[in-house]
């Protein structure tokens, strides 16, 4: 409740500032330029308020993502300003501007169809009755599950209660700060928190990555046809499931669990790219 709060005060104090900028132009010019001023003006300050509160001192990659956007935001502002005023801050050529606009529309449109399809698995209504569901590691502190892979195992906890006669694998290496490895510690946990008998579990453990994570996995999988759902943050579902595809996985399915938030706005955005390096690689 207190991000909503903070987040909708600091979009009110952005449309406010846009006011103030514009409050002496004339009113019947330049409209499309003041509706960008007014989009500008509360993204800047939502994500240098987002970059400051949430992600300065994170340690999360690309969180400088947030105060770039911020300071591209502050530079289109200005130089919106002063173009509405009459008084530009450079003179662009007219090609400049149609390059320029065509390459930002077209970036918009892709991060806006891909953020959708990410969303989209986000909000996927898991399948019953699966043969087997992999749940992907996301790090261990010692013996302890890291907040992100608490929320798989409880979701992975919850669908094998569910489905009795779904298999289930925890899947995972061990990092150098970790005691055991990821797919050791999803095991404990739903055996010991979540009563899931230990023959229903196949551990793989070797993976230290999503693409290992999905390869080494499917070595497991008895069926090439077999139906297997993919547990992990629902932000991750999308690019999970590009990503089994090319494992070879025939009928795939999204289990999403949830994520830490407010972070999980960030690793959605995040997302975006991971997606598009994905696809281009």
Known sequence: MKFFIESTVTVLVGIIISMILLCKTDKKKNTFLKILVYIYSPLTLWSAYFFVRYLMLSGLPMVLFWAELAFFGLIRIIMLTAEIKGKPVI???????????????????AFIVIEGLIINDMNTTPQNGLDYVVVLGAGVSKDVPSPTLCYRIEKAGEYMQNNPNTILIASGGQGPDEWISEGECI?????GVYDIPEERILVEDKSTSTEENLRFSRQLIEKDDASVGIITSSFHEYRAGLIAEREGYKDIYSIPADSVFPMGIHYTVREFFGVVYLLIR
């Open 187 to 191: 095991k404990k946990y739903l055996v």
């Open 91 to 109: 003179k662009i050529s007219k090609i400049v501007r149609i390059v320029y606009r065509s390459c930002f529309a077209a970036g918009l449109i």
